[in-house]
Structure formats: structure tokens, C-alpha cells
């Protein structure tokens, strides 16, 4: 299995930054791609940024230009750097990983999620 820890959230007023982490650990052999996801209260989860291990980077409208993906594959671990944060982009933050280990193939693993708040 892959274990996702994420880590970063908080509370931030608009306009501020915020870098979300996630580490991915377990028995990995491959991780295809990173990303984050977000669920707002009422809402569905969506994409908010992907990364493949070859750097490809892949952003919902909303962030382009505001957010950055990052990616260490040595540290098997994926960043999001938010800036110019809006209320709007409250919500709760998932990591997903789709990675295979020596058990498994290529699946979805998903993080627990962390909480940032945006205030007004």
C-alpha cells in the first residue's frame, strides 16, 4: 500500500500564500503522477494540479497563473505552492497519487486531506 501525508494548510487572508505538501511512502515501484484535488463544503471534489514524473504539469483554470506544482521524485514527495489566495479557494485539500507497489498495479491513492481557509 501507499501511504499519503500531507501537510501545510491553515488559515491565510486573501491575498497570501500558502505551500501544501504530500509525501507518498509504502512499498512504491512506480508513482505515474502526483496531484491535488479540492472539495469545497456543498461541492464536489476537483482538480486543482497534476504532475507526471517527467515534469508534465497539468492546472485547473481557476489557478493557472496563481498556483505552481512541484514535484521531488527522489523524495517521492509533491508540493503546491498557492499564491494570491482567494476566499474561493477554501477548501479542503486532497493529494492523489497513482503509483504501483510490488503487490499492486497502478491505482489511486488518496491523502486525507488538509484544511486551508482563505479569509476575506
Known amino acids: 500500500q501507499v501511504q499519503l501525508v500531507e501537510s501545510g494548510g491553515g488559515l491565510v487572508q486573501a491575498g497570501g500564500s500558502l505551500r501544501l505538501s504530500c509525501a507518498a511512502s509504502g512499498n512504491i515501484v512506480q508513482i505515474r503522477a502526483m496531484g491535488w484535488y479540492r472539495q469545497a463544503p456543498g461541492k464536489q471534489r476537483e482538480l486543482v494540479a497534476t504532475?507526471?514524473?517527467?515534469?508534465?504539469?497539468n492546472y485547473a483554470d481557476s489557478v493557472k497563473g496563481r498556483f505552481t506544482i512541484s514535484r521531488d521524485n527522489a523524495k517521492n514527495t509533491v508540493y503546491l505552492q498557492m499564491n494570491g489566495l482567494k476566499p474561493e479557494d477554501t477548501a479542503v485539500y486532497f493529494c492523489?497519487?497513482?503509483?504501483?507497489?510490488?503487490?499492486?498495479?497502478?491505482?489511486?491513492?488518496w491523502g486525507e486531506g488538509t484544511l486551508v481557509t482563505v479569509s476575506s
Open positions: 504532475i507526471t514524473g517527467a515534469g508534465y504539469r
Open positions: 492523489k497519487a497513482v503509483a504501483a507497489t510490488s503487490y499492486s498495479a497502478l491505482r489511486d491513492y
